[in-house]
Structures are given as C-alpha cells and as structure tokens.
C-alpha cells in the first residue's frame, strides 16, 4: 500500500504599512509550512512584527499587482502556494479544506469566496458578494496572474475548482480606508488603461461611471445592502470617473514630449 507525502505548502502575504492588520492574518495562516511576507516598502513596523511572528520576509519592489505577484510566486520553492492579502484572515473552515484539497491532485488551484466587511458588516451584494478572485491555493508552476496592473485575473494549465468555506477581508473598517483605497485605485487603474492603448476622455469617465453605479446598486442588487451598497455604487462610479480623468491627465501630459521627441528626431 502507498504512503502519499504531505507535500509543503507555503503561504505569502504581499503587504505595505499593514502594521495594523498584518498580525491577524498572520496568526490565521500558521497551519502552513512557512509564511513569507513579501513587503513592498513599508515605513511602519508591518516587517518587525512579521519577523517576530516567525515569517520569513521578502523584500520586492512593487511593479503592479499582477507583475509583483508573479515575481513573489517565482521565488517560493515549494510545490503547493496559499495566497492572502494581508487585510484578509483564513476562516478554520477554509483552513481544513485548504489542507485537504493539497494532499490530493484533483485541480491546479482552489478558488474561494471572499466576504467583504465595509465599516464592521458583511457587504452581501453589490457584486462584492460572491466573489471568488484568484486563487487561494495553486500548484506551482501551473498557475500565473496577469499582468495587469490592477484588477488582475489569473492563467492557470490545469483544472480550477471552487471550495466551499469563505475568507474574510476587512479592507474597508473605516470610509476614509474606503477613500484612500479609492484615490490608490484609480491611479493604478489609469496607467492600466494607457498601458493598454485605450481610448481614454473624461465624458468616457462620466459614461463608465453612470454605467458602474447602475450595476452595483439596481443590477448587482446593491440597494439591499442599505447604506453600504450606496456607498459601494458611489465609490464605483466616483472611481472610474477619475480613472478616465486621470488618463487623459496623464495622456495629454505625455503628447508634447512624444511630440517634441518627434520633432527633434525628424530635425535630425
């Protein structure tokens, strides 16, 4: 009779200034072989209490979710890879089927629902619920992320599955958190769009962001959140607003040195 082998299973958390919240999700993921924090700059103590929680610490230069992703995932050595944010915490129960689902071959990569908390309470519709993003554990090797700057999706060779328990994130315990992720977002989501060669105006901004509100809060079923679900379309919408704006900013900047560059160029 065969003995299978426990293979090791490795989690990393990307995180900057997380010193507030880096600690929780830490403590959730301690079932794993090893937890590597990949630390992206921080100037707080989120490295020191990462260390003296036994991580072992990465430091990598943020080029981008989904580029800084690959390059983290390109150092771990171990065969099986377990992914959170450092706002997230692995729930008991995703924890138990996470460990079940690495001793078996039946997928590449386990997807699972993260339960979103705006100011201390569930957000259970909006489009924010269900949400299975990338993959909470992937083999390595056959699972890459995009290389999108923002928003990035996943590439993965063999069969995805989705488990049954959720995770938490608590991105959002304040408006302001809400704000700044919101400022953060929009700027990264403007490069995206330029990088993509996109044709960016600010009466697209207003268009894409009516159309944003409209699905989170009537199609996405936003309005049964109350408040919460109108703060959810509002950021949405206010968001891609200033994406587009921010791109054509950006874009209109850049013409007259591409112009210039033209001019002296031909001069030559």
Not at 72 to 84: G, L, Y
Not at 105 to 125: E, I
Not at 169 to 180: A, C, G, I
Not at 226 to 234: D, I, P, Y
Request: overall charge positive; charged content about 25%.
């Amino acid at each position: 009779m065969s003995v299978q082998v426990k293979a090791k299973v490795t989690a990393y958390i990307m995180a900057k200034n997380e010193e507030s919240r880096i600690a929780q999700c830490i403590e959730s993921l301690k079932w794993c072989d090893e937890v590597v924090v990949a630390d992206t700059g921080s100037t707080d103590n989120t490295v020191e209490i990462a260390r003296n929680m036994g991580c072992l610490i990465m430091k990598i230069p943020f080029e981008g979710f989904g580029p800084t992703r690959n390059s983290i995932i390109d150092k771990i050595e171990s065969p099986w890879i377990v992914c959170f944010d450092a706002d997230e915490v692995c729930t008991p129960e995703l924890a138990a089927e996470i460990k079940q689902a690495a001793r078996t071959d039946r997928a590449s990569a386990f997807l699972a629902n993260r339960l979103t908390f705006l100011m201390g309470k569930p957000v259970k519709h909006s489009g924010w619920n269900p949400d299975f993003r990338h993959a909470v554990l992937f083999k390595k090797g056959e699972y890459r992320y995009t290389e999108r700057n923002i928003h990035e999706s996943f590439e993965c060779l063999g069969k995805v599955e989705k488990l049954k328990a959720v995770f938490y994130h608590y991105s959002f315990p304040s408006l302001s958190d809400m704000l700044t992720k919101e400022k953060s977002y929009s700027q990264l989501g403007a490069k995206e769009l330029l990088k993509q060669g996109k044709n960016v105006s600010v009466g697209k901004g207003v268009a894409h962001g009516i159309w944003a509100f409209c699905r989170h809060f009537f199609i996405k079923k936003g309005f049964l959140d109350g408040w919460r679900g109108l703060l959810v379309a509002s950021s949405s919408a206010h968001a891609t607003l200033f994406r587009y704006a921010l791109a054509y900013e950006m874009k209109r900047k850049r013409e007259p040195n591409e112009t210039r560059l033209k001019q002296n160029h031909e001069g030559i």
